[in-house]
């Protein structure tokens, strides 16, 4: 007989993830991290990043696929992610999805894996370097640039197989199927049966 877990509070789940992460750098620990050659993966939202801009060098991977883009042995990794022993810095807006992204991706086996105290928000309080976002948009921490934000990279999703099924044949209750919807049998040419 299986035993059930007792189920947790999202907030135990998120402690429990922070405890599994090797540490959460700070944003200029994560800036001299990248340029010792970790990998920021930026997980936001489109609509955030377009809001607030992004991080200059930083890889921008959905969410929704980034344990299949980060794990090395998938057909679908990002071309960046060669081996488990990378240090990989994940980025969410505040520091709380990409907590739990993270803990997910040591569950994979990428032992370096992280994410940066404070998320975006904090990367830009800081001061650090920021892609300003579309005119009329600036991200926090940056009024005076104006630039466009640059286009977003499109990258292939997986495309799993799914199955063909059968449809089946019901008869229609009333209807011979064989003739009453046989146009030489005198159905209409609107498709109505006279």
């Known amino acids: 007989m299986a035993r059930r877990r007792a189920a947790k509070t999202i907030d135990e789940l998120l402690a429990r993830a922070r405890a599994r992460l090797p540490d959460r750098p700070s944003p200029t620990e994560a800036l001299h991290a990248q340029a010792n050659g970790a990998l ?22 959905p969410r929704n696929s980034l344990e299949w ?65 579309a005119a009329g948009h600036h991200p926090p921490g940056d009024r005076q640039s104006d630039a466009q934000l640059l286009p977003l990279p499109v ?21 011979d199927s064989a003739t009453d919807l046989n146009p030489a049998q005198g159905d209409t040419q609107d498709g109505t049966i006279p």
Request: with cysteine.
């Open 69 to 133: 883009r980060c794990d090395p042995a998938s057909e679908w990794r990002h071309p960046a992610i060669t081996r488990r022993d990378l240090r990989i810095i994940l980025i969410c807006n505040e520091g709380y999805q990409s907590t739990l992204a993270a803990a997910t991706l040591q569950q994979l086996g990428l032992i370096h894996a992280t994410d940066l105290d404070g998320g975006f928000t904090a990367w830009a309080a800081a001061g650090l370097p920021v892609i300003a976002p």
């Open 155 to 175: 990258l292939p999703l997986p495309v799993l197989p799914l199955p063909v099924l059968p449809l089946p044949v019901l008869p229609l209750p009333g209807v």
């Open 40 to 61: 920021l993966i930026d997980i936001r939202e489109d609509d955030q990043r377009r809001e607030d801009g992004l991080i200059p060098g930083a890889i921008v991977l």
